[in-house]
């Protein structure tokens, strides 16, 4: 593998001298890094349809998104190059502002049917116009999702690539929606409605377990500051 500023981290180094784990780490490093993706990443990534992706703002602020449409509409620029079309949605455009602020970016595919691996991609990305990409690009298909048209296109550059494990990713079968289903629930503006202000003042927490501990609290900060 040739080095890349991205691999390893400082933060990775500090925990594996913390756990033990640097030599398995180098080897990892060795064997499944790239800065490039090869031939039977390109080949991946034109299978897939659906990715998960991962921005955050000048601040740091995190987001985690998806975006799913026909296999291989994340397009295969070159070993170097991806980019994927940004339909219209609900105009928030959190990740395509993410990335005007922080251009670094990272991107999880995942085959939950044939394989059952997983490849990452990192980079930096760029917003381009649809005009601009097929300029340059001409021989990118015209309706890359039937009946969408792309309000723009985000461009990456991949600085690393590398293998997701297989053990725990879980068998998928692709198949189309029940039709009754989306009759039996809230509409997805109404799906995560507020919580009334009783339930806010005298509610449990939902995401701990009875005895779980909850290690925003003060008197936990013990176990964060051991890993610092």
Known sequence: MTRHDATPSRGERLLQAHLGTSERADAFYDRQVHPHLTAAMRDFIHRQSMVFLSTADARGHCDATFRAGPPGFVTVLGDRTLAYPEYRGNGVMASAGNITDNPHIGLLFMDFTRDHIGLHVNGSAQLVSDQDLRAAHPWIPADTAPGRLPVLWTHITVHEAYVHCSKHIPHLEPAPR??????????????????????????PRPDLAPGDADVSDPAHAPLRSRIR
């Open 178 to 203: 029940p039709l009754g289903l989306a009759r039996t629930r809230p509409k997805d503006a109404d799906y995560f409605p507020e919580p009334t202000a009783q339930a806010v003042a005298t509610g």
